[in-house]
C-alpha cells in the first residue's frame, strides 16, 4: 500500500488512480509521544543543545570503541562518515542504542562535500514520472520533497530556500514549464518553500542581470522561478557528526577499517579492526551489527566480507566550478533543463560566489577525484550561451569533482536496472549495506538502515525514530537575525605582525557568516575571536577568522588543515589560491592547538597543497593542463 504525504484528500486520490495505486493519508510530523513519550525527545534535545554541551574529546572517543569487546558489544558500528554514515548514527544512538562510527578521512571527506548543494524533490523525476506514467519516479519527487522540507527545518542555519530561474525561448516552453512546475508546487503541498510563477523577459532580466535575452538566434519569451533548497553539504554533515557525538555515539574521524571481524564459525560478522590514522594504533571494535555507508567504496567493505560478493556501485561524477560573483545574482539561482546535448546545466549563487556544474557522467573510483579540463570547458562552454558576459577560463576560482554511489541490488534478480534511489541490503549476515540516494534523503535513508540493523541484530532501541523532529547542534533557537547580536556585542581583536593587540569591529559579513555557519555556537567562535585575540581575516575577501581554526580543533574534531580549509570552512571550494594563502597560518595554530612539531606542520603544508592541486582553478590549470584563456 503506497503512503502519499501531505498531499490534499482530493489531489492524492487522483494521482494515486492515475497510477492504479492505493492511498493511505497521514500526518508525517509525528508527535514525540509516538516516539517514545515526550520527555525522551526533550532529553535528548537538552542534551544536544543545553549551552554547556561539547563533544568528547577524541581520546574518549577512541577508547569507547576500543573498550567495545566480545562480551560488551556495540549495538552498531557504522562505517563512513559521510551524510548517510553520520545520519545512522545520529539515528542509532537517538533510539537509545550503542553506537559506534569511523570514518577513514574525514566527516564529508568523499561525496558528501562534493554535491550540487542542492536540496531537491528532482524536477526531471516528476517530468519521467508524468510521460511515462512511472509511479516509483512520482514516489521518489514525493518522498525527497517531504525530506527538503525537513532537512531545512532541522539545520535551519544551513540550509535556505533558493529561487531557482528556468529561461523558455519560446512560448511552448512558458506554458510547458509553468505546467510542470505548477504540478511540482502541487505534488509538495504542505511542503512547499514557495510558489512558483512566470516573470516576462524584462522582469527576468531584471532578477538575473547577466541573462542572455538571445540564445541561438532564439528569443528570450520570459523565465518561471520555481525553488528548492540550498546547503552547507560538508558543514552539514559535520553538524550530523557532531549532534551524534553530543548524544551519545562514539565518532573517529580518520580511523580506517583494515579488516572485518568473524564469529568462531565465520559466518557473521561481528566487528571491524581499526586503525587510526594520525597514530598508527590498531584495535578491535565489537559490534552487534555493521552498518556499511562508505559510498562509492561500499564494495571494498563488501568484498572484505565476501571475496566474490558481486558489485553494486555504478559509479558517476559531477563536476563543479566556481566563477566570482558576479556571474549570478545574489539571491538566484539558473537551471536549464536541456541544453544542446540534452544534459542538465545549472549556475548557482553559494557562500557569496556562482557555482556551475552539470548532470552527472560515468566515472571510475578514486580516493581524490579531480575534474578532468574538457568537463570543465564543457560547464564553460554551456553557460556561455545563455549569459551575456563573457564567460572565461581565467574566472574558474576552484574546480571538483564528486563521484555518486548509483545502486544496484545485488540480492535482486534483475540487475540491468540502477537505482536513482537508495539500497539497503544485508548479503553477508551481520553486515547492512546502505548505499545510493542523494543528499536530500540521508535523514530517511540513515532510518532505513537503522531499522535493518535493528532487524539484524535483534537489537531493543528504547524508541522509534525520532530524528525528525531534532535539530542539529547549532539549530535550535536560531534566528536568521541572531547575527546581530554578534555584531553589536562582540568585537575582533587582531594581533598584529609587532605582537601588538588592535581592536577591529565584528563587521556583518563576519557576523552572518558566523551566525550561519555555526548557528546558535556562533557566540562561542566570537569568544575566541575577542578574548584570545584570534579575530583576524585568514583571506582576503573572505568572512573567515582564525578563531574558527581554534574553535572547529577544539569542538569539532579538525584534525588536519585540509580538515579546516575544506570542511569547516569551504575555502579550498571557493578559491584556491585564497586557501593556499591561508595555509601558513591555519596550521600555525591548529601546530599550537594539536602540539604538532615542525615536522608535522611541514608535512601538513605539503599534503594540504597537493590536495589543493587537485582543484583545477585557472592557476591550477595553467600549471597543469596548459590550458586556459
Known sequence: MTRLRKL?????????????????????????????????????????????????????????????????????????????????????VTRGL??????????????????????HGGVRYLEKAVFNLDYGQFKL?????????????????????????????????????????????LVAGRQLLHISRYYSTEESVDLFPTLARKVNDRTLRGTVV??????????????????????????????EVVSLLKDDDGKRIIGARIRDSLTGNEFDTYAKVVVNASGPFCDSIRKMANK???????????????????????????????????RVVFMLPWLGRTVAGTTDSNTGITFLPEPHEDEIQFILDAISGYLSVKVRRS??????????????????????????????????????????GKWTTYRSMAEDAVNAAIKSGKLSPTSECVTHNLRLVGGEGWERSSFTVLAQQYTRMKSSYSGKVVRGVMDSAAARHLSH??????????????????????????????????????????????????????LAFLE??????????????????????????????????????????????????????
Open 395 to 436: 574566472d574558474v576560482l576552484s574546480a571538483w569533482s564528486g563521484i555518486r554511489p548509483l545502486a544496484m541490488d545485488p540480492t535482486a534478480k534483475n540487475t540491468e536496472s540502477i537505482s536513482r534511489d537508495h539500497v539497503v541490503c544485508e548479503d553477508y549476515p551481520g553486515l547492512v549495506t546502505i548505499t545510493g
Open 517 to 570: 555557519a555555526y548557528g546558535t555556537l556562533a557566540e562561542r567562535v566570537a569568544a575566541i575571536a575577542q578574548n584570545e585575540s584570534l579575530g583576524k581575516r585568514l583571506a582576503h575577501g573572505y568572512p573567515y577568522l582564525e578563531a574558527e581554526v581554534a574553535y572547529c580543533a577544539r569542538n569539532e574534531y579538525c584534525e588536519s588543515a585540509i580538515d579546516f580549509i575544506a570542511r569547516r570552512t569551504r
Open 141 to 185: 519527487v514525493l518522498h525527497a520533497l517531504e525530506e527538503r522540507k525537513q532537512v531545512i527545518d532541522n539545520a535551519p542555519h544551513l540550509c535556505h530556500a533558493l529561487p531557482c530561474m528556468t529561461p523558455c525561448f519560446s512560448w511552448f516552453e512558458v506554458v510547458y514549464y509553468w505546467i510542470g512546475l505548477k504540478m511540482y508546487d
Open 226 to 255: 520555481y525553488y528548492d533548497g540550498q546547503m552547507n553539504d560538508a558543514r552539514l554533515n559535520v553538524g550530523l557528526a557532531c549532534t551524534a557525538a553530543l548524544a551519545g555515539a562514539a565518532v573517529l574521524n580518520h580511523a
Open 308 to 342: 566474490n560478493a558481486q558489485q553494486m556501485i555504478s559509479p558517476s561524477s559531477g563536476v563543479h566550478i566556481i566563477l566570482p560573483d558576479y556571474y549570478s545574482p545574489e539571491g538566484m539561482g539558473l537551471i536549464v533543463p536541456k541544453t544542446k546535448d540534452g
Open 98 to 119: 550503542r553506537v559506534g562510527l569511523v570514518e577513514r578521512e574525514d566527516f564529508a571527506a568523499g561525496t558528501s562535500s562534493r554535491s550540487t548543494k542542492l536540496l
Open 576 to 629: 584556491t589560491d585564497a586557501a593556499q594563502k591561508a595555509l601558513p597560518r591555519v596550521i600555525e595554530i591548529l601546530a599550537k592547538e594539536h602540539k604538532w612539531n615542525d615536522a608535522k606542520q611541514k608535512e601538513e603544508l605539503e599534503k594540504a597543497t597537493e590536495f589543493l592541486k587537485t582543484f583545477k582553478s585557472s592557476r591550477n590549470a595553467k600549471f597543469h593542463d596548459g590550458k586556459h584563456c
Open 8 to 92: 490534499g484528500t482530493v489531489t492524492a486520490t487522483a494521482i494515486a488512480a492515475a497510477y492504479g495505486g492505493a492511498v493511505v493519508l497521514h500526518d508525517p510530523l509525528i508527535s514525540a509521544s509516538d516516539y517514545g513519550g515526550n520527555s525522551r525527545l526533550e532529553a535528548l534535545r537538552k542534551k544536544v543543545h543545553e549551552p554547556g554541551a561539547v563533544v568528547p574529546a577524541r581520546e574518549a572517543q577512541q577508547s569507547a570503541l576500543a573498550s567495545a569487546s566480545k562480551s560488551n558489544p556495540l549495538d552498531v558500528l557504522v562505517i563512513g562518515g559521510g551524510a548517510t554514515g553520520s545520519g545512522a548514527a545520529l539515528d542509532a
